[in-house]
Every structure is written in C-alpha cells, then in structure tokens.
C-alpha cells in the first residue's frame, strides 16, 4: 500500500469511523450548508470553499459559525478539480460532498477522488454506477431489458434510413393506439445536447426530410450522424423516485415519490410536492396510487441491478393516460431532497434528513432499517424563491437585495444562503435561486393553505443598477399552489 | 473642455501604479531569491513571448506554476512569510510599484475624453457577431455606432439579451472589456469619439506622445 492512501491511524478511508472522517464541503449556497450542517450533526468535522463572488453568501458565515475560521478556504473556481483536490489534501480531509451541479455526476471526478494516491470517498454513487447510469442511452437500454417502461423510440443511435422510419412509424401508431389526437415524434441528434439539433415532426410523411435534415446537421455539427427517435410526450405529469441504498449496494429502500410538474418555461423546477399524486383527495383519469406504486417497483428493480449505492432519484413521465416512462436517472442528491425528507418517519422517528444519511451511508455505515420501517406523513411541498422575472420568460433578475424576511413558523424550514440582516448582491457567476422553502401540512389542503401563508409573509426587495425594483417568481408560486398535484 | 496639461501635470506628479500580483489559484508558495526594492520586468520581445521576472511559484497537485511580473518596476513588498505555506486564491505575493507608461497615460486620459457606453449590469459582454466581424476586419477608429444600434451581446446566469449602443454617434476608440470576463455595473464598455471630436483627440494622442515620450 502506497504511504499516501493512509489516513490518521494507518488506515485507509474505508476503514475509519465515520467520526473519524473529514468531509470536504466541494459546493456553495444553500446545498453547502445543509451538508454543513449534516456534518455538524453526525460529529463529523468539514472544510468548506467559497469564491471571491461568493464572500458574502451564508454559506461562508455557517462554515466559520460550526467549523471554525480555519475551515473555509477560498478558491479560484467551484468547477476546478485541482482546487478542491488540494484543499481536501491541505485540510486532510477524507472525503468529497459534491452536492448537487458541479462535480456532482461527473464520474470523472468521481473516479479520481477515490483512485488518486491519496484515496478519498466520493460521497455519492460508486464512479462506476455514476457511468452507468449517467449515459442516457444506457440507461434506456438497462430499463427494457428489465421490463422498466422508458419514452417509446430507439435505445441506440440510428443510422439506417429504412430503420428510422420503421421507428418512426410504430411510434406514430403506438400514440394513435393510446388516443392521442395529435401524434408526434422526436427526431434529434444522439451526439447533440443543449437543445441543439432537435426537430418534432407531426406528419408522418415529413418524416424522411426531417430525418435528412437532422441526420445532416449531426455529421456537420458532431461528426457523427447517429439519430435518435421519440415519442414526443407533451402532456405529462413529471414524477421523480427517491432511491438510498447503502455501499453494499444490497438494499435500496425508497423515500417516496415527488411531484415537479410546476416548472418554468424553460423545464425548470420550481414547485416539488411530496407525494407525487393525491389519490385519497383529488380525482385522476387513471389509477394514481397503482402508478406510484409502479414506479417505485421499477425505480428498486433497476436499483438492485446495479447494485445502486448511495442517493439517487428516478425521474418519470407520467402520461394523462397514467402510462409511466423513465425518463432519467439522477445519481446525486436532489435540490428537492428535503420535501420527502420532511414527511418520512423512520422507525417512529420525524423527518429525515437525507443528506445526513447519504454522508453515513456514503462514509460507508450500514443502512440500519428496512423498507418496512419507513412510513410518510402528510404532504411536504417545496417552493425555489428566485429572482427572475415570470413575465418575460423567467429571466433571471440581478441586482441588490435590501430587505427579505418572513415570519418563521413550526412548519416551515427556509435554506437560503441570503443574508437578511445586511444588503446582498446577487452574483451573476450563478443561478439565481435566493431560497428553497420547505412546508409540511397534514394533508394536502392544510400544505397548501400553508404555503400561501408563507407566501403572503414573504418581503423580497432590492434594485438592480438601473433602479428597478427586485423582481422575483413568488407571485407565479402563488397563482400555481392551487394547481399542485392535480392533472 | 478637457484641460489636457491639466491632466497631464497631475499624472506627472505621481506617475506610478501599484501592482499587487496575486495567486490565481490555491497552492504551496515559494520564492526565487529576490529582495524588495529589486527590479523586475514583464514581458518582453515584439510577441511578449519572453516572460517576466519569476516571483513566486505555486505548487498545486504536483504542478509548479511561475507566478511572473506582469510589468515592469520596482519590487515594494514581497510576502515571503508565506514561503512552504498552502494559500488561498487571490493571496497577496507582492507589490510592484510600475512607472506609467506612454499607452497607459492615454488610457487615463482617454477615458476622460471619450464617450464611455458603460456596462448597465454586471455581466459578461460580446461583440454582436455582424460587429465582431467589423472591428476584426476594419482598421482601427473606423467602426461606427449610432445611438440605438444593436452592439453587444450580455451574457449572465446562462441568458443571453442583446444591448442596444445608447449615446453620441461616431466611432469606437477604445474597447474596456475582454471576452469571457464579468465586467461590473457602470464599468466603460467602449469609448467613442464623435466626428467632431477625432482631430482633438488625435492632438491629445500626439501631446501625450510628445511630453511622455522622454520620460
């Protein structure tokens, strides 16, 4: 064994108790401190990193409040691999938090945390499943060969005229069999991203040229012609499962489902309930307890397959005809983790912090309970409070923030990295989420009536440069409480 | 008006620029056997492929980086305590104390003297492409702007809008920014000088040549 893999006490990281560790804090804003604060609470000590831009987030006060001034160290750039590497070695720290964004699903990364000659735990899936998983295509492909409905289309990149419109035309059938009036099909580049080379055709007879056209710009643009077929699913439901397995990989236990239909424009989330549907109080044109049900069967299904290790969120589609489709798989802690978090008991005790527990699983403890174990408890319901302006496709506002406040209450947990007692400028290097609040009703009516509470409490004020006034999304989480898990 | 021997007596009167070089990253420091009140020299040969003096060098993940003067002057601190010590970024490594030069006192003075289109956010900032292709192609002082004209692209947060050039109309002069930098609120974006303006602005460019040039 090389001398650097050895941790305090001659062992390796592996082999430590989980108070033994020290844990790299590899993130900033609101995620930082609830790792922070996780730590703090399982006795285990932390370093945490801050960029020039960030000096005046919270995150910074909370590290040097519960760690100490010398547990904050300031670096050139969160997306820096070295700068987290050499921080983690001069703190001596034993393992890596990601959080979420970032290195989060960087398999990378990952690998290189756990095979560089100092060896640190990355606290997240194994780098392997992170591979496995993180690869849309492989993902689909594990999903049908065990019978996990994925979006109807291709599982591999196609590049036989003849194939794709054999594709093409099952999927136009498959959606008229399914009563959709307006069928219609997705035609994008395999090697593409972003948005970029992606076509909807709504004939079947202007498929060939759309497929030409994508088929084209993909060998311009990526040097490679390979072309993905989909059903294009406009009326859905978005449903996500929230998967914790310890590292052996042996017992995955779920935490539920969540709801995060109300999102931006731009497919971005910005209302999460928990959990994803209400069958006991709202009417649904399908079998709404049978498809939670569903998908969380198949979520463990293709957990225990992989030997899944850590948090992970199964992201669903959910059809107005309540036909399920994996859309993803997310191996990292969610934004929205805290609103399953806030209804679950474990072996009679109250909410559950899963951070805390993906860093003692990740630190390698065992799980310690069963599925049986885990039972829920009203409806937990998130809001991302951001400056951004709803009116004009949610763009997002920069400025200064003079005044934000609200009135605290039991029921109520706000993580905001924003100061209130002091101006803050919002930096422009990030996104512009200010807070995540997180409410807990008995059920569905009470979490709703809460939230609006909580919304009416809220002042959020500041100017940009040019004197307007702060604008923010809280308006378009009020008119859209109401809406919360109906379809 | 601008009083240009004005200005110019007032910059003559302290015509240095402290230089604080910084880390650009975390690491281990260490230093080269310098002193303070030594002189150090940036960049040099016509393509400045020729490095400046070596100041420090930070080690990082077994990787030395030479931390170099940027310009020329007179080394007035040098944190040497540091030596064998893991530093944060953008720690304090030295101070060079650098004699203005020519360009420099027309920078100065030109910001007084130029239209300044100043950044409205902070943000990053490009040329529209039809604009960026224009200033590479075309000579120097000849790209026009009238008021209204679409000029930049601001980029933050992932969003891009398009900033419309607001003020007199005439010919950009002087660029403030850099691609891929922030660029805070108020900053100068680009300087223009109207039609007008040009032969007294070119008079201001030949006198800063002429009353610097021995200096």
Known sequence: ?487 | MLNISELLESIKESPYRDIVIRTPHTGCLSFPDLAIGAEVHGPSSQWKNKPGTLLATLERERNPKPILAPEKGELVELHTELAGTFVEAQTAVATIRHRLTREEVEHIILQKALFLFRAPERAKYYFTPEMDKKIHATESHSVKVRDGMELLIMSRMKREVHLQYSGPDGVIYAIYFKYNENIDAGAPLIGVCTQEQLPAIQEVIMRIKTEWAGR
């Open chain 1, 1 to 487: 064994m090389e001398k650097d893999t050895v941790h305090q006490d001659g062992k390796t990281p592996e082999a430590l108790a989980i108070t033994d560790h020290k844990v790299l804090v590899a993130n900033r804003g609101e995620i930082a401190m609830r790792i922070m604060r996780a730590c703090h609470g399982l006795g285990i000590p932390f370093t945490a990193l801050y960029t020039a831009e960030d000096s005046a987030s919270c995150h910074c006060d909370l590290a040097r409040e519960l760690g100490g001034e010398h547990c904050l160290y300031r670096v050139s750039s969160y997306h820096d691999a070295n700068e987290i590497m050499s921080v983690a070695d001069a703190s001596e720290c034993t393992a890596v938090h990601p959080g979420y964004g970032f290195f989060a699903e960087d398999f990378r990364f990952a690998r290189r945390v756990t095979k560089r000659d100092r060896k640190m735990i990355f606290i997240g899936p194994s780098w392997k499943i992170i591979r496995e998983l993180g690869d849309k295509i492989n993902t689909k492909r594990l999903a049908r060969s065990l019978g996990v409905p994925t979006v109807p289309g291709s599982d591999r990149p196609i590049y036989d005229e003849a194939e794709a419109e054999h594709i093409a035309k099952s999927i136009f059938e498959f959606q008229e069999s399914q009563g959709i009036t307006h069928p219609l099909v997705l035609v994008k580049a395999s090697a593409g991203g972003g948005g970029m080379g992606i076509e909807e055709v709504y004939d079947p007879d202007q498929f060939r040229s759309v497929y030409r056209r994508i088929r084209n710009y993909a060998l311009r643009q990526f040097k490679d012609e390979g072309v993905l077929i989909e059903q294009r699913i406009k009326d859905f439901n978005h449903l996500e499962v929230q998967i914790i397995s310890d590292r052996s990989g042996k017992h995955p236990v779920h935490f539920g489902t969540r709801n995060c239909s109300i999102q931006s424009t731009g497919r971005q989330k910005r209302i999460e309930v928990a959990p994803g549907f209400a069958p006991e109080t709202l009417d649904y044109s399908f079998d709404a307890a049978k498809v939670l049900t569903n998908i969380v069967e198949y979520s463990l299904t293709m957990a225990t397959k992989v030997g899944y290790d850590n948090v992970g969120t199964w992201e669903w589609i959910v059809t107005r005809a309540g036909e399920p489709f994996l859309m993803e798989v997310n191996t990292r802690i969610q934004v929205e983790n805290g609103v399953s978090g806030c209804i679950a008991h474990v072996a009679g005790r109250g909410s559950v912090d899963l951070i805390a527990e993906q860093i003692r699983l990740g630190l390698g403890e065992e799980i310690g309970y069963t599925q049986a174990e885990i039972a829920t408890e009203g409806v937990g319901l998130e809001y991302r409070i951001i400056a951004e302006d709803p009116a004009n496709n949610f763009i997002p506002w920069v400025g200064k923030i003079e005044r934000f406040h609200w009135k605290d209450q039991p029921w109520l947990t706000m993580l905001t990295h924003v100061p209130t007692d002091r101006p803050y400028e919002i930096p422009t290097e990030f996104d512009p989420n200010l807070a995540l609040a997180i409410i807990w009703g008995k059920n569905l009516e009470e979490t709703k009536e809460r939230g609006k509470i909580f919304l009416d409490s809220i002042v959020l004020e500041g100017q940009n440069a040019s004197g307007e006034a702060l604008r923010s999304n809280i308006e378009f989480l009020k008119t859209n409480t109401d809406q919360i898990l109906h379809f």
